[in-house]
């Protein structure tokens, strides 16, 4: 139980476009999605926290406008990397929780890679 | 400010050795804390969390973990390391009635048969 998985897997773009990646919690509704950046060798970095319904809580230093994330419903989260340039090729990863099914507790997308080129 | 500390950037250990995974935490009230394992190209996969009770927390895959205040410190052990345990391991710290979590930078842990 406590499936979220991410589409895409990896994706390559071409800088000045942009780019949305899926996160899905599969078998159980998320009330509370959140989006981190990873780059390489180091730790996560939280980029944003949503409510479903509701407008992203965006990190201090994390641009709104250019990591755009919808939560729609329950179950489904996006982040759209508007105009994307090299500097943000890095690994996305999305996690989802909610308090009924476990408190505190975030369950893990595989992640996405994105190269800007 | 909150804040999670893991010393060993690299841990090599033979198989069928333990283990033990260094976390300090700075935190100014209670804290949850967490955790997870990485493997390569994977997101994340919950190993164990403490909340409160018990300070010898146990978790899946044989791993446990146990919360020590006075030294601000959630190490994470196991007492014979297989091969497939090898991956990055992340020590996160959350607060009560957040849902954010902060995470130290990982351990990677190399596995020789």
């Known amino acids: 139980g406590a499936v979220v998985s991410q589409h895409p897997s990896r994706v390559i773009c071409k800088s000045g476009t942009s780019v949305k990646i899926e996160c899905r919690s599969l078998?159980?509704?998320?009330?509370?999605m959140f989006w981190y950046r990873q780059f390489p060798k180091q730790s996560l970095m939280l980029m944003a926290t949503s409510n479903e319904g509701s407008k992203a809580t965006y990190e201090q230093g994390v641009e709104k406008d250019k990591f755009l994330i919808n939560h729609a419903s329950l179950t489904l989260s996006t982040l759209t990397v508007t105009s994307a340039h090299p500097e943000d090729s890095s690994f996305y990863i999305c996690s989802a929780s909610n308090p009924t099914l476990s408190t505190d507790t975030q369950y893990f997308g595989p992640g996405t890679r994105l190269t800007v080129l | 400010a909150q804040s999670v500390t893991q010393p060993d950037i690299h841990i090599t250990v033979s198989e069928g050795a333990s283990l033990e995974l260094r976390c300090n935490y700075s935190y100014g009230a209670t804290p949850y804390l967490f955790w997870y394992v990485q493997s390569p190209g994977q997101g994340l996969q919950l190993l164990l969390k403490y909340f409160s009770g018990d300070t010898l927390v146990q978790g899946i895959k044989g791993f446990e973990a146990e919360f020590k205040r006075s030294q601000s410190s959630f190490n994470l052990r196991k007492p014979s390391v297989h091969w497939s345990d090898a991956a990055e391991y992340f020590c996160?710290?959350?607060?009560?009635?957040?849902?954010?979590?902060?995470f130290g930078t990982g351990t990677r842990l190399q596995v020789f048969p």
């Open positions: 996160a710290v959350g607060a009560v009635n957040t849902d954010k979590l902060i």
């Open positions: 078998d159980f509704q998320a009330t509370t």
